[in-house]
């Protein structure tokens, strides 16, 4: 008998949202190979459209999604977005209940936030393994955007609560070598720890030249140099540089900024932009995920943001497919971050300092006037993706994790997954 695979998050295939579109790669995957019974315990609900209803119970791809029933007030108020939560974590953890046994690994996402602590939980009563997937690290995110909830006594609380599921699961997968840090330094043994950088779908994502993308035409790029922006832009990811860069650049008509995607701070963009009568920015929303290699690849290079005191809780997973797609990166943000070494690690792109608007306006200027250099990059980019950052190496990463979970001593199943990988 095949051992049962859960994987819990909000949001599940049709959803486009980035948690969502991560574990349907990962889920249909690992389904692929027949070597799990792999269930899915997801809401009804899709993020980039409120409005849909999806069904409760559904076969796709050789596995099966369980969508659980919850409130719907939605993002833009906290409490509403609480009760939200709420429903879900009560939901889910009825529904992982029935469906968990002794021949069952848990893979609970970070989507909801602490939805790691009910999976502990019912891995504790049901005899589960469990594997933590951590795409952020709450309360800290939290408190690093000044939420008020996230500060004092209540704080403490979520952390101890946090920390209770990191140590309950055989293994913790982080998505970047800091966030890695951050674990250890939570107190979560090294060899619980293993680090499986995020993906993009290569196959789908391949780079286009821009004398081929139909994009470029219909949205009046040809002829333009294109900063794009592909995804959330939301509170974590700071846009002042951006804009006051854009607007240092607002006579040159060779350059133009593609903000593609939806999110907080989207919108503030949007309205600032208004606000100033900017007439060097395109603004579309979330691209299908059939046409990502033409709508990232309608862009010469794309910007990527973080505020630095959010390096080692979070990962921009944009940047997975932006390499897919053959472009370089222009990250803001800070020196010593995740991404800010991948860039300068690889030769893919360049760092700018947050609020360093002139220097970032001087960068797309120098990449502007040398397009032989920006191609190199890109080339650079889409061959580094495809050595360490394509959807195949993540499987097999995650597949070594799996099939040692319930089986390695002490529940150490990334010591045994990297010991057996010395071994080959």
């Known amino acids: 008998m095949k051992k049962k695979l859960v994987f819990i998050n909000r949001f599940f295939h049709p959803d486009h949202s980035a948690t969502s579109q991560m574990l349907s790669d990962l889920a249909f995957g690992i389904a692929e190979r027949d070597e799990f019974d792999v269930h899915v315990v997801a809401s009804r609900l899709r993020y980039d459209d409120p409005a849909v209803r999806l069904p409760a119970l559904e076969q796709a791809a050789g596995l099966t999604v369980h969508r659980v ?6 993002r833009h108020n906290l409490w509403g977005r609480l009760l939200d939560y709420l429903s879900f974590y009560l939901a889910s953890t009825v529904a992982l209940f029935r469906l968990a046994d002794a021949r069952t690994t848990i893979v609970a996402k970070t989507d909801p936030p602490l939805i790691s602590v009910p999976a502990a939980a019912v891995a504790k009563l049901r005899s589960a393994g469990l594997v933590n997937w951590i795409q952020d690290l709450f309360p ?22 946090r920390n209770f599921s990191l140590h309950a699961a055989e293994a913790n997968i ?73 607007d240092a650049l607002r006579d040159d008509p060779r350059v133009v900024f593609l903000m593609i995607g939806g999110g907080a701070n989207f919108v503030a963009l949007r309205e600032a932009v208004a606000a100033r009568q900017l007439g060097n920015f395109v603004f579309k929303d979330y691209q299908p995920r ?26 921009p997973s944009k940047c997975y497919g932006i390499a897919a797609a053959g472009r370089p990166i222009l990250f803001i943000g800070a020196e010593a971050g995740e991404v800010a070494g991948m860039v300068r690690r690889d030769g893919t792109g360049f760092r700018v300092a947050p609020d360093d608007f002139a220097g970032l306006a001087a960068r ?49 199943a990334v010591a045994a997954s990297e010991a057996a990988a010395e071994a080959r």
Not at 230 to 235: A, C, K, Y
Not at 300 to 308: C, E
């Open 364 to 412: 797309i200027l120098d990449m502007a006037g040398d397009p032989s250099a920006v191609a190199a990059m890109g080339r650079s980019a889409r061959q580094v993706f495809d050595a360490r950052y394509s959807l195949g190496a993540a499987l097999d990463s995650w597949r070594a994790i799996l099939a040692r979970v319930g089986q390695a001593p002490n529940g150490k």
């Open 140 to 161: 800290e995110v939290a408190g690093a955007l000044g939420v008020g909830l996230a500060k004092g006594p209540v704080y403490c609380w979520l952390r101890r609560l």
């Open 174 to 246: 982080a998505i970047g070598e800091l966030m890695k840090a951050r674990l250890i330094g939570e107190g979560v043994p090294p060899d619980r720890i293993a680090v499986i950088h995020n993906w993009a779908d290569g196959a789908a994502i391949t780079p286009v030249r821009p004398e081929c993308n139909s994009l470029r035409t219909e949205w009046g790029l040809d002829g333009k140099f294109v900063v794009g922006y592909s995804g959330n832009l939301g509170r974590g990811h700071e846009f002042t540089t951006i804009l006051e860069a854009a």
């Open 69 to 74: 029933w919850t409130s719907r007030f939605g």
């Open 290 to 315: 059939e046409i990502l290699a033409a709508s990232l690849s309608a862009a010469d290079v794309h910007l990527v943001s973080l505020r630095p005191e959010l390096e080692g809780l979070i990962v």
